[in-house]
C-alpha cells in the first residue's frame, strides 16, 4: 500500500509558477507509475501528466504541454510538478496518484480508473 502527500499548492498570479511535490510511503515507490490530475469545481478530474517507473516516459494534457514537467526521485519516494506560465484555467486541486505496475519500467497511464491510490490535493489558484 502507498500513501501519497502532496504539497506545494497556494496563490499565484498568472504568468507565474508553482512547483508541487508528493511524497509517497512504503518502500517500494518504484514499481509505481506516478501522475498528477486535477479538479476544478463543478469538473470532473483530468488527467495532468504521468511518469513511467524508470524515469524514461512522460506524458502530458495538451492544456499544460511545454509549462509542465514532471519528475520523480525514486531514491526518495518523491515525484514533482514544475508548473510555469500559470494560466487563471489552471486553477483546480491537484492530486498526486499512483498505480502499481511492477511489468513494465517503462509503462505510462493517463486514465484516472487505471490509479490505485490517491493523495489528499492541494489547492492551486491563479489569479489575474
Known amino acids: 500500500q502507498v500513501q501519497l502527500v502532496e504539497s506545494g499548492g497556494g496563490l499565484v498570479q498568472a504568468g507565474g509558477s508553482l512547483r508541487l511535490s508528493c511524497a509517497a510511503s512504503?518502500?517500494?515507490?518504484?514499481?509505481?507509475?506516478m501522475g498528477w490530475f486535477r479538479q476544478a469545481p463543478g469538473k470532473e478530474r483530468e488527467f495532468v501528466t504521468t511518469i513511467s517507473r524508470n524515469n524514461g516516459n512522460t506524458y502530458y494534457a495538451d492544456s499544460v504541454k511545454g509549462r509542465f514537467n514532471i519528475s520523480r526521485d525514486n531514491a526518495k519516494n518523491t515525484v514533482s510538478l514544475q508548473m510555469n506560465s500559470l494560466k487563471v484555467e489552471d486553477t483546480a486541486v491537484y492530486y498526486c496518484?499512483?498505480?502499481?505496475?511492477?511489468?513494465?519500467?517503462?509503462?505510462?497511464?493517463?486514465?484516472?480508473?487505471?490509479?490505485?491510490?490517491w493523495g489528499q490535493g492541494t489547492q492551486v489558484t491563479v489569479s489575474s
Open positions: 512504503g518502500r517500494t515507490f518504484s514499481s509505481y507509475i
Open positions: 496518484a499512483a498505480a502499481h505496475a511492477p511489468q513494465n519500467p517503462a509503462a505510462i497511464r493517463s486514465s484516472k480508473w487505471s490509479y490505485d491510490y
